[in-house]
């Protein structure tokens, strides 16, 4: 620091000016964000806190007793389990396969356009038009009647967007050049894509799936007039029964059944989202190792 | 060896009156991208078992023409072929199975392609897809396929490795050897040593010599010296067109027809 | 040797070389029959969507064309569906009801969402960012029936204590539950924009000379402009659409509300409330599918347009 130089000095003033204005934005938008997740974190705690005291083996294994007031939710796991599977093994294979059709297939035209906004509307019209949709369609006029059949056939139309949209992903990120490889050696399209395209994207294609399983299982609206009851003593011996499910549990415990143990439908709040949020994990932890090991 | 069908078909299709039957007959080939062409009323006759060189500046629609030897046009948006390519006598526009053809044409690119699985899968695959499957046999093709593109004794112990994460000059030489394994009837060969370090080059250049004695060879080269090398002729393309095509030897002695022959051989431009 | 030779001889040769080219082999069908089949599962959304429309209309109809007033319903507020004498179908309260919420969510969400976005996309690095991505997602997960229930046994105690108000099922409950539900889609569908906008864009400016966030300010959000809009509406979209959080949320009192602190019902939690106890095939019930067609309309519209200008950015 000899002679001051005026115009340094200035330089210098300016840039810690912008420092300070940079670090308040910073400050600011930081703050936002944890505003944002807090609350959210402190009342997922919450649940924890009240509902952990009603987690058990036997919360989990045994049925609803008492008119629901005590006991466990059993049938309404057992349910979603059924609900879910059978959903997946609807939606899985259409929805890879379309994926398949936009990623490997398609051409950019308006016919395509046309497939992708039907995509992007199945995953936005609401849940409950979802399950007027699975009511009219599939309980009345296919008539399976109210079932676990119904009901999943109404999920899995729901969150097909789900395994379509991270299956198309992870086929888009097989490089072309290995395709054109594969081709120029005389393979055949789906040749090309059973060999080098999906062995390179099948892990990308199960993150999406494990996806789907989240999602699905959280559903409660579409579910409700195709498939779920309230109660039932009964269960599921076939996908033509109904059933009980995890979801619709939660919503009747906490709004239909008057004198239920508190911590009762806080424990049910918390095994499905337990259940939920450690398919969505299963599903990022994966994706993250998959990032961690590239193949070219 | 000879086949005399493909000798009467060359003869009867107007190809240059000598002894020799065309493996590849292009006449009058022209190749759109939407409005742009990329190659325009080209006519080429390639013999058999030989290696044919294609020599020119970038944008001289040399791998446009590779493309549509191997029917990608299929396969390629916006590509439009005019004009009639013969293989083995055969009109290729007009074959009921276009996977049959190009598993009968084997292409390598200016960057080397390792698909992602092992060594072993990338020579393997092509006889798996036309549905051999014994583990002898499959081993017996893998080595000498490696083995003829000169790369066997480097990757012999990691044959289970991944083949799209060797060493430039060694993905380039698996791609040959996935070629040859395609049993191919006509090798292609698109700018090779792009990416390829100077002592892989002449050992492929060595492998390719020796392959000439039982496949027909077409070779798109960037470096006017390796046509010299290795070419039996050469087709000079210029801007979308043949402008010559004759014996090698006679294009490096000015034995030309056409002034930028000349030039671009030796070295006035491109 | 010679399993060698066996080996390589598998290949026709030299003049039968063309005729593989004639023949369609097993592979060449399988190759046919599994193009059709993506084929068919590729439009199979769009026929999914038409269905959903066809199946909801095809219940619904009978009201629409028959009885209904579409002044009276979309202009009156009275709802009494279950009024064995003379049945009111109006539904502006219940579309009061979902425009009060979803407004007083977006009002919550989207200057977070926007600056969480702008944080995680523009500020944090490394492991915070993975964090906070992690995070987002994690919290878009949850289901709504879990935020219903928030809504009611969490929100409602903590409402009534704070603003002193008999019930804590309102406006402000259900918007909150909204926004803390929409909010983390519309962050990862911002920071997605965010991150869209090429980093030479950003380089150019501080080359420049500007500052980080008059980077962000002058070049990145406008940038991302299109993208951050879409995101906005999809948003809307969701929480137009929202069923449980809002049916447990609200209070469910057919309401034009006057302050937040008043109980509405919306579209959507009627129709759940009601579809169970109405007759299959009755006027309440084509009443019901009625709505249904109107909601599918709407966030059909707010889909669309989303769609447009998200792809407007990638043209421009």
């Keep these: 620091m000899a002679t001051a130089n005026p115009t340094m000095f200035q330089a210098s003033d300016l840039n810690q000016h912008n420092e300070r204005v940079q670090r308040r934005y910073q400050l600011l938008f930081g703050l936002m964000t944890l505003l944002l997740i807090t609350p959210v974190l402190l009342i997922l705690g919450t649940l924890v806190v009240k509902g952990g005291g009603a987690i058990s083996w036997e919360f989990l294994l045994t049925a609803p007793t008492d008119g629901m007031r005590t006991g466990g939710v059993f049938p309404a796991l057992l349910g979603t389990i059924w609900l879910v599977t059978v959903a997946l093994l609807l939606s899985v294979p259409i929805g890879v396969f379309a994926a398949i059709y936009l990623s490997e297939y398609a051409g950019d035209n308006w016919f395509t356009r046309m497939i992708n906004l039907a995509i992007i509307n199945l995953a936005g019209v609401p849940s409950i038009v979802h399950a007027l949709f699975g009511l009219g369609a599939f309980v009345l006029f296919f008539r399976f009647g109210t079932s676990i059949l119904a009901a999943s056939l109404t999920l899995a139309v729901m969150t097909m967007p789900v395994v379509i949209v991270a299956t198309r992903e992870s086929l888009q990120a097989v490089p072309q050049a290995f395709r054109e490889a594969c081709w120029n050696m005389g393979a055949t399209r789906w040749q090309t894509i059973r060999r080098v395209v999906l062995p390179n994207s099948i892990t990308g294609i199960l993150t999406g799936v494990i996806l789907e399983v989240s999602r699905t299982a959280g559903e409660t609206a579409p579910i409700m007039f195709t498939g779920a009851v309230f109660f039932t003593p009964f269960l599921p011996q076939s996908v033509f029964d109904q059933t009980m499910a995890l979801s619709l549990h939660l919503f009747v415990a906490a709004t239909q059944v008057p004198g239920m143990a508190e911590e009762i439908p806080f424990g049910v709040a918390l095994v499905l989202i337990a259940l939920v949020l450690t398919m969505n994990s299963v599903s990022i932890a994966f994706r993250m190792w998959l990032r961690g090991k590239k193949k070219w | 060896m000879v086949s005399s069908g493909a000798a009467a078909v060359a003869s009867d299709t107007g190809a240059p009156a000598d002894n020799f039957p065309s493996k590849l007959e292009i006449r009058n080939l022209t190749i759109r991208y939407g409005h742009t062409v990329a190659l325009r009323g080209v006519n080429l006759a390639v013999r058999e078992h030989e290696i044919f060189g294609i020599i020119g500046p970038a944008n001289a629609g040399k791998t446009s023409l590779l493309k549509a030897i191997n029917r990608m046009d299929v396969f390629t948006s916006g590509m439009k072929v005019d004009g009639e390519i013969r293989f083995n006598g055969r009109d290729t526009s007009r074959l009921s199975n276009v996977y049959a053809l190009r598993s009968r044409i084997g292409v390598v690119f200016p960057l080397p392609v390792g698909l992602p699985m092992t060594v072993y899968d990338n020579v393997a695959l092509s006889p798996r897809l036309r549905g051999i499957k014994s583990k002898a046999d499959l081993d017996v093709i893998v080595q000498r396929c490696l083995t003829r593109a000169a790369l066997w004794d480097e990757v012999k112990d990691r044959l289970h490795a991944l083949g799209s994460l060797l060493s430039g000059g060694q993905q380039q030489r698996l791609t040959i050897a996935r070629a040859l394994s395609q049993e191919p009837d006509l090798l292609m060969l698109d700018e090779f040593s792009i990416a390829v370090d100077p002592v892989t080059t002449m050992r492929i250049e060595d492998v390719l010599k020796e392959l000439r004695q039982e496949v027909t060879i077409l070779l798109v080269t960037n470096l006017v010296q390796q046509a010299r090398r290795l070419a039996d002729r050469t087709a000079f393309f210029l801007n979308g067109e043949c402008v010559e095509v004759g014996v090698t030897e006679d294009l490096f002695t000015g034995e030309v027809k056409d002034q930028r022959t000349r030039d671009y051989v030796e070295g006035r431009f491109g | 040797m010679g399993t060698s030779t066996q080996a390589l001889s598998n290949r026709a040769t030299d003049a039968r070389v063309t005729e593989d080219f004639d023949r369609r082999d097993f592979d060449w069908y399988v190759d046919k029959l599994v193009a059709g089949l993506v084929f068919v599962c590729g439009i199979s959304a769009i026929l999914f969507v038409l269905g959903i429309f066809f199946f909801v209309t095809k219940e619904g109809i009978g009201f629409v064309f028959e009885k209904m007033d579409f002044r009276?319903?979309?202009?009156?507020?009275?709802?009494?569906?279950?009024?064995?004498?003379?049945?009111?179908?109006?539904?502006?309260?219940?579309?009061?009801?979902?425009?009060?919420?979803?407004?007083?969510?977006?009002?919550?969400?989207?200057?977070?969402?926007?600056?969480?976005?702008?944080?995680?996309?523009?500020?944090?690095?490394?492991?915070?960012?993975?964090?906070?991505?992690?995070?987002?997602?994690?919290?878009?997960?949850?289901?709504?029936?879990?935020?219903?229930?928030?809504?009611?046994?969490?929100?409602?105690?903590?409402?009534?204590?704070?603003?002193?108000?008999?019930?804590?099922?309102?406006?402000?409950?259900?918007?909150?539950?909204?926004?803390?539900?929409?909010?983390?889609?519309?962050?990862?569908?911002?920071?997605?924009?965010?991150?869209?906008?090429?980093?030479?864009?950003?380089?150019?400016?501080?080359?420049?000379?500007?500052t980080r966030w008059q980077v962000i300010y002058k070049v990145v959000l406008p940038a991302a402009k299109n993208g951050l809009l879409g995101g906005v509406l999809l948003g809307v979209g969701r929480g137009f659409g929202e069923t449980m959080a809002v049916l447990m949320a609200t209070g469910h009192a057919v309401n034009i509300p006057n302050s937040v602190f008043d109980s509405v019902r919306a579209l959507t939690a009627t129709i759940a409330a009601e579809l169970g106890e109405a007759v299959v095939g009755g006027e309440h019930y084509q009443v019901l599918f009625t709505i249904g067609i109107f909601l599918f309309l709407v966030t059909f519209i707010i889909n669309l347009s989303a769609d447009l200008i998200v792809r407007g950015i990638r043209k421009g």
Excluded: H, Q
């Design chain 3, 72 to 210: 009276e319903f979309f202009l009156t507020p009275y709802w009494s569906p279950s009024d064995a004498e003379d049945p009111e179908y109006g539904i502006l309260a219940l579309m009061a009801g979902t425009a009060s919420v979803t407004g007083l969510a977006m009002l919550v969400a989207v200057p977070f969402s926007l600056g969480a976005a702008i944080f995680i996309a523009e500020f944090a690095s490394g492991k915070t960012r993975e964090v906070l991505k992690v995070l987002v997602e994690l919290l878009a997960a949850i289901p709504s029936v879990v935020w219903g229930f928030i809504g009611l046994v969490i929100m409602n105690p903590l409402l009534i204590k704070w603003f002193d108000i008999p019930v804590g099922l309102c406006v402000l409950n259900a918007g909150i539950i909204l926004g803390l539900m929409a909010a983390p889609i519309m962050t990862s569908i911002a920071e997605d924009a965010l991150k869209a906008v090429p980093d030479r864009y950003r380089e150019a400016a501080e080359a420049m000379g500007a």
